[in-house]
């Protein structure tokens, strides 16, 4: 069974900063593609954040670049994201995903966490 739990985040103030965390556990065999996605609200189209390979190549929404940085330990299968210069509008529920192999002979799956609310608000 494969588990990504995310961390970090909370209220804070417009212009300040969070450290989100994702971290998968379980039968883990090697994790591909990750990604952070957002919910704004209830019934609002989520939107994709930023991904990064199992190689650190690394995607941004035009909305976070040169805000936000996706990062990730293959050690400790951990992805990150550093939000900087938080704006209001970028208050939502954030999500992470993987594609996950379980066992080297297996396709990826995609798994999803539960989420963690960030709300951006003076």
């Known amino acids: 069974q494969v588990q990504l739990v995310e961390s970090g985040g909370g209220l804070v103030q417009p212009g300040g900063s969070l450290r989100l965390s994702c971290a998968a556990s379980?039968?883990?065999?090697?994790?591909?593609?990750m990604r952070w996605h957002r919910r704004p609200a209830p019934g609002k189209e989520r939107e994709l954040v930023a991904?990064?390979?199992?190689?650190?190549?690394?995607n941004y929404a035009d909305s976070v670049k040169g805000r936000f940085t996706i990062s990730r330990d293959n050690v400790r299968n951990t992805m990150y994201l550093q939000m900087d210069s938080l704006k209001p509008e970028d208050t939502a529920v954030y999500y992470c995903?993987?594609?996950?192999?379980?066992?080297?002979?297996?396709?990826?799956?995609?798994?999803w966490g539960q989420g963690t609310q960030v709300t951006v608000s003076s």
């Open positions: 995903n993987a594609n996950i192999k379980t066992t080297r002979w297996d396709f990826a799956s995609l798994y």
């Open positions: 991904s990064i390979t199992s190689g650190g190549s690394t």
């Open positions: 379980g039968s883990i065999s090697s994790i591909n593609l």
